[in-house]
C-alpha cells in the first residue's frame, strides 16, 4: 500500500504579471501595506528594489508608515527605507548580525 503526502496545492506564479501592471495601480496598492511589507518586496526583484529605493517612492514609505498605529515620524537624519529598516528589522546596525 502506498501512501500519497499531498499538501494542500499551491497556484505558483499567480503574482507573476504584478511588475507588468500600470503604475498608478502598483503604487495604490503598495500604499496599503505596512514598511515590512515594502522591505520585503523590495528584497524580491532588482526592479522592485530600484523603484522602491528611489527617492519618487518616499509617498510610499511616508503612507505605509501611517498604516502603522503609533510609529513616529522619520527622523530627518534617515531616509523613509533606512527608518523602515531600523523599526521593523532585527539586525544591528554595528556588526551586522
Same mark, same amino acid.
Given at each position: 500500500?502506498?501512501?500519497?503526502?499531498?499538501?494542500?496545492?499551491?497556484?505558483?506564479?499567480?503574482?507573476?504579471?504584478l511588475?507588468?501592471?500600470?503604475?498608478?495601480?502598483?503604487?495604490?496598492?503598495?500604499?496599503?501595506?505596512?514598511?515590512?511589507?515594502?522591505?520585503?518586496?523590495?528584497?524580491t526583484?532588482?526592479?522592485?528594489? /530600484?523603484? +522602491?529605493?528611489?527617492?519618487?517612492? &518616499?509617498? =510610499?514609505?511616508?503612507? $505605509?508608515?501611517?498604516? %502603522?498605529?503609533?510609529l513616529?515620524?522619520?527622523? /530627518?537624519? +534617515?531616509?523613509?527605507?533606512?527608518? &523602515?529598516? =531600523?523599526a521593523?528589522? $532585527?539586525?544591528?546596525? %554595528?556588526?551586522?548580525?
Amino acid at each position: 500500500m502506498t501512501i500519497s503526502r499531498r499538501g494542500p496545492r499551491r497556484r505558483h506564479g499567480f503574482l507573476a504579471d504584478l511588475p507588468n501592471m500600470p503604475l498608478d495601480i502598483i503604487q495604490e496598492v503598495l500604499g496599503h501595506l505596512q514598511p515590512r511589507d515594502l522591505l520585503h518586496l523590495a528584497r524580491t526583484s532588482k526592479a522592485f528594489r /530600484t523603484f +522602491l529605493m528611489s527617492r519618487s517612492s &518616499a509617498f =510610499l514609505w511616508r503612507a $505605509s508608515r501611517r498604516n %502603522v498605529e503609533g510609529l513616529p515620524d522619520c527622523p /530627518t537624519h +534617515l531616509s523613509e527605507p533606512a527608518y &523602515a529598516n =531600523l523599526a521593523f528589522t $532585527s539586525y544591528c546596525f %554595528v556588526c551586522l548580525s
